[in-house]
């Protein structure tokens, strides 16, 4: 099984456990985003774990990354008008934060646990922040900071958890860059901000910072195909 397969392996375990039939029949099941899967990918695949293990975990940061992404579905239109939907969003997101809750106690996992709850504080703290930003009009750098810590503070904390904090920067730059990857992203920053990114870009093209060891050992067209992933290009 090579990389790409076993990855969509593991996505569809994930996606299999948060299946709710009730919920089903109003809310979708949330999108997994691609460069955060990528990301839980490559670091698990730098332990020498028991298959089982690896999933569970997997499954356990992409979950609470979904209720996240659950609970900011409150903001959506459809979902602000219609009462069921609304309160649908949250016991659902609150659903995932149980599942994620269940698998790491079978993994005997109490450090990560204690360190994706930390991310999850940190997250909340940083998503008043941006509110506080948007309304003070606070500096435009510390905004985009926000947003790079909201992206990847549960994949920076699961990697301290795991002893891989040498990846913490790439993995700061590599989510920032792909939360602004299309031009309509882009075309809301300013000067100061758009240098910022471009910054993050030149390090990991440069490799200023440490890559994941998968990334290096894949053949050239993933490699490729991660980098024009990361491209912000010109427009």
Not at 43 to 65: C, G, K, P, Y
Not at 92 to 118: P, T
Not at 223 to 229: G, L, Q, V
């Amino acid at each position: 099984m090579n990389t790409m397969e076993h990855i969509q392996r593991l996505k569809q375990h994930t996606l299999l456990l948060m299946q709710h039939s009730y919920v089903n029949e109003y809310l979708p099941l949330p999108a997994l985003n691609e460069a955060k899967v990528f990301i839980t990918y490559c670091l698990l695949r730098e332990l020498d774990m028991e298959e089982a293990v690896e999933t569970e975990i997997f499954s356990s940061i992409l979950m609470i990354q979904s209720a996240l992404d659950r609970h900011e579905d409150i903001l959506n239109q459809d979902i602000k008008t219609n009462k069921k939907k609304r309160q649908l969003v949250v016991l659902s997101g609150d659903y995932f934060s149980s599942l994620y809750y269940q698998l790491l106690s079978r993994c005997e996992n109490l450090q990560l646990v204690s360190y994706l709850s930390q991310a999850v504080k940190m997250i909340n703290e940083h998503k008043t922040m941006l509110h506080d930003q948007r309304t003070n009009q606070l500096s435009s750098l510390k905004f985009i900071q926000s947003v790079g810590k909201i992206e990847s503070l549960l994949y920076t904390k699961a990697a301290e958890s795991l002893g891989l904090e040498k990846y913490i920067p790439f993995i700061e730059r590599y989510l920032l860059l792909s939360h602004y990857q299309n031009k309509e992203a882009r075309s809301s920053l300013n000067d100061e901000q758009s240098a910022y990114l471009k910054k993050c870009e030149i390090d990991i093209k440069e490799k200023k910072v440490e890559i994941p060891l998968l990334v290096e050992r894949e053949d050239d067209s993933m490699y490729a195909e991660i980098e024009n992933d990361l491209m912000l290009g010109e427009g």
